[in-house]
């Protein structure tokens, strides 16, 4: 039988997402559903003096209102998940509505449970709320700043968290030739799959079980959690989520809303449904990034890095999300020297309450922070001393053979061969001739330019001992369950739990292969409390890594199983017999075999199997990672700069990744591509602003720029296959790799082509406007 | 995203819609393809107690040649409007900035009257038509007028139109022989709708020498508007990259630009500036 895993099988899963057959949150709709509408505060600081119902109570088909005072008590605040050690996190109450005081515009304040959506719709108009408003603060830094308004009593300046980690810098920045600083602002996005978030939930009387739907990245995870927020016992709460339809790390969080559903439905007895709409999702989900970083490079004169240190501000919004105060500390301060040599390195984080809605993972979350500071001070290093930015990479990129490598935060980068993922890349483009047009076309006065990225990134996350050692509250293996039917047939339960990504295709096709079976005989099951034991979801390009590999090794005890059955039919001792293209025979026999599923119609009939071996054929594995995976890689990207109108067009896109063995290319693909353009998102379009007063200016797709299609030229992807040494199946994970390596890369290239103007350096999103500014002002100068 | 409530009615003519328009002219709408009017419900910015929908009544829909113009009905869709030969012969910027609106399908509904009579300060067609002269006819209670285009365009989002009369149609004279016109745009990266959308109309002798020029601008201005003095500039001579230059400058000159939180008052100046320029230049063999 030919092998599936390494080839392009078209993705299970989108015949039904395609033909409109998917089965997401809101299409769940449940006998006597009631509706739900949320009210939030249209003001960024805001003291509650009342809230006036009665109308709103009052009007025919509205079921019930209710108000954070309400709840005070009967539901109870919303904790963060992830508490970095030594950080002093201030983990400041979160109300699921606000009592006393709303913090950013999109707070909940008021909830509406009504017949139909219309009603629930116009009832939240008839609340009439009394604020007293309050000096407001979206930016970090001045909220730190004396005097600035303060929006937790128990986080005195605003500050939510200060962690420092990292080895002494000290000795190494004194005595260096060459050390280059510059300041980095990495501005706040808005992550926005297709579907935006959704709770559905129904609370069976008869069993006092509470079912909830929901758009959710790791169904287990949110069941914990609601059980400890609603008070619910846990094996009477179930979460599902059958489709979900795109995260990028904001279905990640647990937030008020899902908990708010969850409640009434049990209060009033009667499944309740909320549907987030478009403008409720730029508000009230999490967002991404927002750090300012200052950064220094310490380096020889004759291109040799040294050390590097990060002094960062993050921006992590009104309250602590789940996962947000991991994402600037751990998954950014331990990464921050990328792929380079360097003997030390420091980062020091602080995370900062502003009236702004909380921030949480957004694909990549930390990494592509980290990945773009040390990507573009090598090319300011490079630059300082007049090297040419690629040289400079050659020289201080980790060779093959220094891995494992231990980088001065001591992560162990698995394995790696970064030198063979740039020379390929190389192959890609025409380097001499590119530098050689430049000049033609500069003196011209035409811009182009180009820039590359050399990145590596850690994922997989993680080994469950490192997240306990920093201060993640869960574990982090994955479980499998591999249930082979009477007949053959096999159903895998998985913990992780794919949203997109087209793990239904890729798990498919390892466990096929495995077992020597059609693909359509396998079946995946994933996103429901109820079937799958135990797990813990789908970030941090941990899915095929963590949960591949438990899904790898269930198969494993399935076949060893069945290898005892074959040889007691077989009439041979167990380590005789071979497993090859879903057959058992006797080492070098062929004439004598049992196939793989008479062996499993064997283990349910019973009949006659070998002594202590117990009926049917199942395995579970519960894998935990020895460590992370590290994928790398290289991009390069080509620009032109419009001169009259500083628009950047992304001329070439050449992606060299290396993620471990390719289990399916046509997805991997889809993931480069679908990365690679939303970290150019935040290299030129994307960012959230927010004016004085802490409303959202980018508030919808009018103004806030996601990157479409027509922005892009032909990507060019290739790749090197260096497998993970710990992984069963080699795998690093690539969901992240393209927004992690291509903002870097899209930077660089504008820094270059500008580079005739002594412009040193711009930061994000690199807007028309901004760089025609730049050019202008260095013109007019001149 | 739910509106508020209101009611709905499908005019099967002219007729029926001024007479129910004439019922509560100051609370209802006129909607034909709704892509403007829909999301402002949606929103809640506004909040109609009824809907009156014009986009079956087809005496308002067509695309026609009449005394030496042509005459193109209000619920006429951008999309005919782009593909119709006459106009894209004729009038290559009308047939340009229509093909520019939205996407597909925006263009499948969208109609020119209802985007004349939104006004949004950003949308390609009336710049094409100011440029192109073109005039519209509105039926009223006291029967039809007519207004240049120019004067249909007073403020953002607010007309010349009267709340109980309906734009019926759009006249755009026929250019002279040896008549040129061409529609740039720059779209907003998000919305799509023009940052800078410049429609210039030339007629040139057979030397080159410039007769007659129209310059207007949609998207970088506070409002639509013709750029005159580089129309002055234009008319002459044989153009020459200076003159071309000179006319942008005159018309960046020209119009009020405002910033905003996004975008500041000199940078859309600028793009008014280039996109004059390339777009005149594109006329120029």
Redesign the interface.
């Known amino acids: 039988m030919s092998k599936l895993v390494g080839t392009p099988v078209k993705r299970r899963e989108d015949a039904r997402l395609i033909t409109g057959h998917g089965n997401f949150t809101d299409d769940v709709r449940l006998p006597g559903q009631a509706y739900a509408e949320i009210l939030r505060s249209p003001h960024a600081h805001a003291r509650i003096l009342s809230i006036d119902t009665t109308a709103a109570q009052a009007m025919p088909g509205v079921v019930k209102v209710y108000t954070g005072q309400d709840l005070a008590g009967r539901v109870g605040t919303v904790p963060t998940a992830w508490i970095p050690p030594a950080s002093d996190l201030k983990q400041v109450p979160h109300a699921v509505l606000a009592v006393e005081t709303v913090r950013y515009v999109g707070d909940g304040v008021a909830m509406v449970v009504a017949d139909d959506?219309?009603i629930a719709?116009?009832a939240l108009?008839r609340i009439v709320v009394e604020y007293q408003t309050l000096p407001a603060v979206t930016d970090q830094r001045e909220a730190m700043a004396e005097g600035a308004p303060q929006l937790h009593a128990d986080a005195p300046g605003n500050v939510a968290l200060h962690w420092t980690v990292g080895n002494d810098t000290d000795e190494v920045f004194a005595q260096a030739e060459v050390v280059v600083r510059q300041e980095f602002r990495q501005q706040r996005l808005i992550p926005n799959p297709m579907e935006p978030r959704a709770a559905t939930a129904q609370y069976l009387s008869a069993t006092d079980e509470l079912t909830v739907w929901l758009t959710t990245q790791n169904p287990h995870i949110h069941r914990l959690l609601l059980s400890g927020i609603l008070g619910i016992p846990e094996h009477r709460l179930r979460v599902i989520a059958v489709d979900v339809g795109g995260g990028f790390g904001s279905k990640i969080a647990c937030y008020p809303d899902e908990v708010l559903v969850a409640y009434a439905a049990r209060d009033l007895n009667r499944p309740v449904k909320w549907t987030e709409?478009?403008?409720e999702h730029f508000m009230a989900t999490t967002h991404g990034r927002d750090h300012y970083e200052e950064v220094e490079l310490a380096g020889s004169r004759d291109g040799v890095l040294q050390g590097i240190r990060v002094k960062s501000y993050a921006n992590m919004g009104a309250y602590l999300s789940t996962a947000g105060p991991g994402v600037p500390t751990i998954l950014f301060g331990l990464i921050v020297n990328g792929a380079y040599r360097m003997p030390v390195a420091s980062s020091e984080v602080f995370g900062v309450f502003t009236n702004t809605t909380p921030t949480d993972a957004y694909r990549g979350a930390g990494r592509p922070e980290a990945t773009y500071i040390i990507e573009r001070m090598v090319d300011l290093f490079a630059q300082t001393i007049g090297q040419d930015p690629l040289e400079v990479r050659r020289r201080n990129l980790l060779r093959a053979d220094e891995f494992p490598y231990t980088n001065p935060f001591g992560l162990a980068y698995d394995s790696g061969n970064y030198h063979a993922a740039l020379d390929q890349a190389l192959t890609m483009v025409d380097y001499p001739a590119f530098r050689q047009e430049q000049a033609a076309l500069r003196a011209q006065g035409q811009y182009v330019g180009i820039g590359f990225s050399t990145y590596v990134e850690m994922c997989g996350l993680g080994p469950s001992q490192v997240a306990g050692a920093v201060g993640f509250q869960g574990g982090l293996w994955e479980s499998a369950t591999v249930r082979v039917h009477p007949s053959g047939k096999v159903q895998v339960f998985t913990g992780a739990s794919p949203h997109g990504q087209g793990e239904e295709t890729t798990f498919s096709q390892l466990v096929a292969d495995q077992l020597g079976i059609p693909i359509d005989d396998v079946d995946i099951v994933h996103g429901d409390t109820a079937r799958v034991a135990m797990g813990w979801g789908t970030y941090g390009s941990r899915t095929m890594v963590v949960g591949g590999a438990a899904i790898s090794t269930a198969v494993d005890r399935v076949i060893e199983k069945a290898r005892r059955i074959a040889a007691h039919m077989l009439e041979v001792s167990p380590e005789d017999v071979v497993f090859e293209d879903g057959v058992f025979h006797p080492e070098g026999v062929l004439d004598r075999q049992a196939t793989f599923a008479e062996v499993t119609i064997q283990a349910y009939l019973a009949w006659n199997l070998p002594q202590g071996v117990e009926p049917s054929l199942e395995a579970s594995a519960y894998y935990d990672p020895t460590n992370f995976t590290y994928p790398f890689g290289t991009h390069i990207a080509q620009v032109s700069v419009d001169a009259?109108?500083g628009e950047v067009r992304v001329t070439k896109y050449v992606a060299v990744d290396d993620c471990g063995p390719v289990v399916n290319p046509m997805i991997v693909e889809g993931q480069v591509h679908g990365g690679i353009v939303q970290g150019i998102g935040q290299a030129l379009?994307e960012g959230a602003?927010y004016?004085d007063d802490g409303q959202l200016?980018?508030g919808s797709?009018?103004?806030?720029?996601?990157p479409?299609a027509r922005?892009f030229p032909q990507i060019e992807t290739a790749h090197t296959v260096t497998p993970s040494p710990h992984n069963p199946i080699g795998v690093k994970g690539v969901g992240e790799t393209g927004t992690i390596a291509s903002t870097p890369a899209v930077v660089n290239a504008v820094m270059d082509a500008l580079s005739g103007f002594g412009i040193q350096h711009l930061d994000m999103p690199l807007t028309?406007?901004k760089v025609?500014?730049a050019m202008q002002q260095v013109q007019d100068e001149q | 995203?739910?509106p508020?409530?209101f009611s709905y009615r499908r005019a099967e003519s002219l007729d029926d819609a001024l007479r129910w328009l004439a019922e509560d002219p100051q609370g209802s709408k006129l909607v034909a393809g709704g892509h403007s009017l829909l999301p402002l419900m949606k929103?809640?910015l506004a909040a109609p107690r009824r809907l009156i929908d014009i986009a079956r009544v087809s005496e308002l829909i067509g695309i026609r040649e009449q005394s030496g113009a042509i005459v193109i009905g209000a619920g006429t869709v951008h999309r005919d409007l782009a593909g119709h030969p006459d106009v894209r012969q004729k009038l290559p910027a009308l047939a340009e900035a229509a093909g520019k609106i939205g996407d597909l399908q925006v263009r499948n509904r969208g109609t020119i009257g209802g985007s004349l009579s939104h006004a949004d300060p950003s949308a390609d067609l009336p710049a094409a038509l100011m440029a192109l002269a073109a005039t519209v006819d509105i039926a009223g209670p006291a029967g039809e007028r007519s207004l240049a285009v120019e004067e249909m365009m007073v403020a953002p989002l607010v007309t010349g139109l009267a709340p109980d009369e309906v734009l019926v149609r759009v006249r755009v004279p026929i250019p002279a022989a040896g008549s040129r016109s061409v529609y740039l745009k720059?779209p907003h990266?998000?919305?799509g709708y023009a940052l800078a959308g410049v429609a210039v109309a030339v007629t040139l002798e057979p030397a080159g020498a410039v007769t007659a020029a129209r310059v207007a601008v949609t998207g970088a201005g506070v409002v639509p508007f013709r750029a005159t003095d580089a129309e002055t500039v234009l008319i002459g001579d044989r153009l020459t990259p200076a003159r071309i230059a000179e006319a942008a400058k005159a018309a960046a000159a020209a119009g009020e630009f405002a910033g905003d939180?996004?975008?500041?008052a000199e940078?859309r100046r600028?793009?008014c500036r280039?996109y004059v320029e390339r777009a005149i230049s594109a006329l120029v063999d």
Do not use: C, G, N
């Open positions: 959506p219309y719709r116009d108009d709409d478009r403008r009259d109108t379009y602003v004016d200016v980018t797709f009018m103004d806030y720029t996601m479409r922005f028309p406007e025609w500014r | 995203m739910i508020a409530s929103m809640r720059h990266p998000a919305s939180a996004l975008m500041s940078y600028q793009l280039v």
